[in-house]
């Protein structure tokens, strides 16, 4: 006599019977719309966004116009996902070595390598063809760019060189010049200091991230500073470094004449905290003190890029307004 088995049947939130296989094909739907948004590393994406829009709003001289800067976001993020994608391709054998990594999708099988080529394909694909059509040329140049540092050099170089940090930071510190370009300003100063600002504050966010996990990428065979057991006072001493430098070059917007007062004192303060928290990482190389440093870090960028557009727009539509009244007071003459 054959055994007939009875589809589990479950009641929904709603009363409605649900087949248990109608539960697990949502669960497992569900899972897979998670699993490639951790293979775009949809977290790290936003953060970059935002300094592509803060790099827009700023190259914005009159009117925002807002259409083109959600098009540029669009595109970019379509490119970003892409970049994010192949990275992990590339690093599934170094990805199972290391605990913080071993569970994302593909070193733990969820998504396959082919799929996760093809997805990077057509997201990289269809972003560089909407920059182009609804940006403009040197944005999505700009941006595939980036891709290739972050994918063809930096990735590679991390099983070779420990330079590869300084690289690296390289594409980091490129989303907002990517938002200034796409704004249709000329790559200029005010550009350039935009790219300044992020490639020096990516330093000591990333020596307190690699160096609580120095044991991982040592184990894993990738040269990230610190390498191994480093030094005393190495790492330490780097991150302070380049806390020191960030502090000059994030106060010369006001020379430029894009912001006030405002972001003046604001990043005075936060860029003195930052240079503290390096330091008493240097004198205390701890977990805990490494910890703090990139807690700090990741306070200080979205208060200076806040306030840094903030006063920026607020300026801006000071001059507009002042502008107006002149035109009206010499048509009324």
């Known amino acids: 006599m054959s055994h007939l088995t009875t589809p589990t049947v479950i009641s929904g939130s709603n009363g409605i019977a649900l087949s248990d296989e109608f539960v697990s094909s949502e669960v497992t739907w569900k899972t897979r719309v998670a699993d490639y948004m951790e293979l775009s590393k949809a977290k790290i994406a936003v953060m970059v966004l935002i300094t592509v829009a803060v790099g827009y709003l700023l190259g914005s001289r009159n009117e925002v116009d807002w259409f083109r800067l959600f098009h540029a976001l669009f595109g970019i993020g379509l490119i970003a996902a892409s970049s994010c994608a192949l990275n992990q391709w590339y690093e599934i054998s170094t990805d199972l070595l290391m605990p913080r990594t071993k569970d994302r999708p593909l070193p733990a099988g969820r998504i396959k390598p082919h799929e996760a080529l093809v997805f990077a394909a057509l997201t990289g694909i269809y972003g560089a063809v909407h920059l182009m059509l609804f940006v403009n040329m040197t944005t999505m140049l700009l941006t595939l760019c980036t891709l290739v540092m972050y994918v063809g050099i930096y990735t590679p170089l991390k099983r070779r060189t420990s330079f590869c940090t300084a690289i690296g930071a390289v594409p980091g510190a490129f989303p ?85 007062t405002l972001f003046f004192w604001t990043t005075l303060l936060f860029g003195l905290a930052y240079i503290a928290y390096s330091v008493r990482f240097l004198l205390n190389e701890t977990r805990k003190t490494a910890r703090a440093l990139l807690f700090c870090s990741l306070f200080y960028l979205p208060v200076v890029l806040t306030t840094l557009t903030w006063n920026h727009l607020n300026l801006l539509n000071a001059y507009t307004v002042a502008n107006l009244e002149q035109t009206g007071t010499e048509m009324q003459q």
Do not use: C
Request: hydrophobic share 55%; charged share 5%; glycine share 10%.
């Open 176 to 260: 907002p010049v990517l938002g200034w370009a796409a704004s249709g300003q000329p790559l200029g100063w005010d550009a350039f200091w935009l790219f300044s600002l992020m490639f020096l504050w990516q330093f000591p966010h990333f020596f307190a991230i690699a160096w609580m996990y120095r044991e991982q990428y040592t184990q894993a065979g990738l040269w990230m500073l610190p390498n191994g057991i480093p030094k005393r006072y190495v790492t330490g001493f780097l991150a302070v470094t380049y806390a020191i430098i960030l502090l000059p070059v994030s106060l010369l917007p006001q020379q430029f004449g894009m912001t006030g």
